[in-house]
């Protein structure tokens, strides 16, 4: 793959973004941060679109979601190898510090949170699903907005698939952090390990008014979408992102 034409500011839509940091969450998850001159910023829960252009001209797009909240010119993507993949695998492994590529974004008004939001927030997450809601409960951290309950319930197969594991270990006292684990639960755990159920969910906000964003799998978001529903929530307060 070879860098984007060198250029100031976006062309056709497209930003060059030069690779600064990679960092391991899984073993096959990786948080990679690019610097982006001239970005405009965006809004936790967007997403955007990563282009690589091979020797002979050929190009492969694919969208990754932000996993942080706008911090200048820097910008945090989560990204998970996926089996066979083109770009994913690039990325995470081959791609050279300092090297670039290009971006398109921010993507998506619809899956999107910030501060202003008021009211109890509610985030359910499906392995790699809790990217674009981490960036969500980073910005309420850092805006210091405790003053409404909020809760992040995340579901992984076993622990070594759990993304920010020592981040979400240490929550701030003022969200309530389940971690759920479906085919095996770490030693000593209260929870035997099974899919997401209705007691899951039993103590956390539950009202009319609260926000609720789930991301994961297809079949995750449906299964927990429908949980939600059938504690109450309307759908209309419900907002999903799903992959596969």
Not at 122 to 142: D, I, Q, T, W
């Amino acid at each position: 793959m070879s860098a984007p034409t060198p250029g100031r500011g976006p062309s056709g839509g497209w930003w060059r973004a030069r690779l600064t940091s990679r960092e391991g969450q899984t073993t096959t998850g990786r948080t990679l941060r690019f610097d982006v001159p001239g970005w405009p910023g965006h809004r936790p829960g967007q997403h955007l679109d990563v282009r690589l252009t091979a020797d002979d001209g050929y190009q492969a797009v694919r969208s990754y979601s932000l996993a942080a909240p706008a911090a200048g010119e820097t910008v945090e993507l989560g990204v998970q190898t996926a089996p066979d993949g083109e770009v994913s695998p690039y990325l995470n492994e081959i791609l050279p510090l300092g090297a670039e590529v290009e971006v398109k974004g921010p993507l998506g008004g619809w899956f999107v949170w910030t501060p202003e939001d008021r009211g109890p927030l509610l985030l359910v997450a499906g392995g790699c699903g809790v990217v674009p809601l981490m960036a969500m409960l980073r910005a309420r951290r850092a805006a210091g907005a405790t003053g409404d309950p909020c809760a992040l319930l995340c579901s992984v197969r076993a622990p070594d698939e759990l993304w920010y594991a020592k981040e979400l270990a240490d929550p701030t006292g003022t969200e309530d952090v389940r971690l759920l684990y479906t085919r095996q639960a770490p030693p000593g755990g209260e929870r035997p390990a099974h899919r997401l159920a209705p007691e899951d969910l039993e103590g956390l906000p539950a009202s009319p008014e609260t926000r609720c964003y789930v991301c994961g799998p297809t079949g995750f978001v449906e299964h927990a979408t429908a949980l939600l529903q059938s504690r109450g929530h309307p759908p209309g307060s419900i907002r999903t992102e799903r992959f596969g």
